[in-house]
């Protein structure tokens, strides 16, 4: 099993979900998280007073995973998100442990989907 | 001969119009995204600023000062020879500079209704100079035309209580055609925005509704019976058409919605602004009535269909309803409200509608020319868009440096 976790821009989110659902992928969660990149955000000004490096508004996806499914979702978010410029996001893939689900108490690759 | 009680309600009327445009500005904000809140915000308190300025020094006397017909000249720049005493020929009882800052009121909120059309992507120094050029090209000549001295559509007879063509179907007009020329928003189809606030949106709503009796029984421009008749059927039709929206929507939605309830609430108030001195009750309840029905079917209807991106309904509500209010009143009018108005249709004088059909002709023609030269010009030299990159971003960050809300402290 895999978690994916995916941080894109908040006005790609409808794009990539659509993009998930065509391949199957009907269960994921999101949060809006702040952040930044290589290019440290943006410069704000409060009367007069200047701040720089501030985060920029992001969205985190979380979705887990059968192995089989990871590499359809992977590019189904980078079909969704990728605009081919910077604060495009990443994607993190990481092994997943165990996984329950929570109404059956069924575990591992069957909770999954 | 100077009435204190006339000049008290006039000052006072003014104030309530300034504050309408604060709550147009919650009112619009409440339905932008986040990103965008404050760009709306201050879209419409710098043409508060800017606007009273050119108001005083410019305007008034472009818009007021006695003509020849097209346009009011020069003669009252910086207002010299606007004083304290009453220019009878505007408003016998009260001092000339009261008449005058009630107007500026006016001229103030007209170009922010247009921001609706253009919300969410406009650069704020193309938007500072287009509103400074179409408050001086198409709102002055037009309020000329419609209240000036010697304007032409006055002396024609045309009846516009409140601003139904001046300010609506001149603000929505422009509206549409500002929507058609600076084109969709990025990322629409995707990703249609809902309002990032309702309850700033009601909010508004509520100072909106509140500043209009400033707007519509100020129009008498004297504390009296018409300014009474004129409060009544303000609040009268803006409630007959809530209610209406509401229905509307549940009959076709399932549902009513509070965005719906404000929507039809500000749909009656526009409709009833050129009727407000000549219509008794009845008529104003199917003013607000009907309104809704017509601006339901512009918004959700019309709107998707054509696909132009008319954000906030700009032209949906202000132009429909404006339309529908100025016809209305040539159908409703009556001496009996007021003997210095005419009968309208239903009263026995058909060509009351024909005056009023004119006068709106006339303004949609005027409007989206100027407005779209004006938009042109402004394109050409400066740029009125937003690049791409910065609308993904929002205007607040890009245009402003600044957020309306933090998500960490």
């Known amino acids: 099993m895999r978690l994916i976790i995916a941080i894109i821009q908040p006005y790609k989110l409808e794009e990539v979900k659509e993009e998930l659902y065509k391949v199957d992928v009907n269960l994921i969660t999101v949060s809006e998280v702040l952040g930044h990149g290589r290019q440290k955000g943006v410069a704000e000004v409060y009367r007069g007073a200047k701040e720089t490096g501030n985060l920029l508004r992001k969205v985190r996806l979380e979705i887990a995973v059968n192995e089989d499914f990871a590499e359809k979702t992977i590019k189904a978010i980078i079909k969704g998100a990728k605009t081919g410029s910077t604060g495009d996001g990443k994607i993190f893939v990481l092994d997943l442990k165990e996984c329950v689900r929570i109404r059956t108490e069924e575990r591992g690759s069957q909770a999954i989907g | ?409």
């Open chain 2, 1 to 409: 001969m100077i009435n204190t009680g006339d000049t008290a309600w006039v000052l006072m009327s003014s104030a309530l119009v300034l504050l309408m445009t604060p709550g147009l500005a919650f009112f619009y904000g409440g339905m932008v995204r986040r990103k965008n809140m404050l760009s709306i915000l201050m879209q419409c308190f710098i043409i508060m600023c800017v606007l009273s300025v050119h108001w005083v020094l410019l305007g008034y006397s472009l818009s007021f000062a006695p003509s020849n017909g097209f346009w009011g000249g020069l003669r009252w720049l910086g207002l010299r020879g606007v004083g304290f005493e009453p220019y009878t020929d505007y408003a016998a009882t009260i001092p000339h500079q009261a008449f005058m800052i009630f107007q500026g009121m006016f001229a103030v909120i007209t170009p922010a209704l247009i921001i609706g059309a253009f919300a969410e992507r406009m650069k704020f120094s193309a938007f500072l100079i287009f509103t400074l050029l179409w408050a001086t090209f198409v709102y002055d000549p037009l309020c000329h035309w419609v209240w000036g001295s010697g304007g032409w559509l006055r002396t024609m007879g045309a009846l516009d209580f409140a601003g139904g063509t001046v300010v609506h179907i001149n603000a929505g007009i422009a509206a549409l055609v500002t929507a058609l020329v600076i084109g969709r928003r990025k990322n629409l189809d995707h990703n249609a925005p809902a309002p990032h606030n309702l309850p700033f949106i009601v909010l508004g709503t509520g100072l909106l509704w509140f500043g209009w009796f400033g707007f519509n029984a100020g129009s008498a421009l004297a504390a009296n019976g018409l300014a009474v008749n004129a409060f009544v059927v303000t609040n009268t039709a803006a409630a007959a058409a809530g209610l209406s929206w509401a229905l509307i929507e549940w009959f076709h939605n399932g549902k009513p919605t509070m965005f719906g309830v404000a929507s039809g609430a500000v749909a009656g108030l526009v409709a009833i602004t050129p009727a407000a001195g000549f219509v008794s009750v009845v008529p104003a309840v199917i003013i607000g009535l009907l309104v809704s029905v017509f601006c339901f079917i512009a918004v959700s209807i019309i709107k998707p269909k054509l696909g132009y991106d008319d954000s906030l309904d700009a032209f949906g509500v202000h132009c429909v309803g404006g339309i529908w209010g100025a016809l209305a009143t040539g159908l409703f009018a009556s001496k009996a409200v007021n003997a210095a108005g005419a009968d309208g249709l239903f009263f026995g004088n058909p060509k009351q509608f024909l005056i009023q059909l004119i006068a709106v002709l006339v303004t949609i023609g005027f409007t989206s020319v100027v407005t779209f030269i004006i938009y042109k010009v402004v394109d050409i030299f400066i740029g009125v868009r937003v690049n791409e990159k910065e609308e993904m971003m929002g205007l607040d960050l890009t245009q402003h440096h600044e957020r309306a809300y933090t998500v960490l402290e």
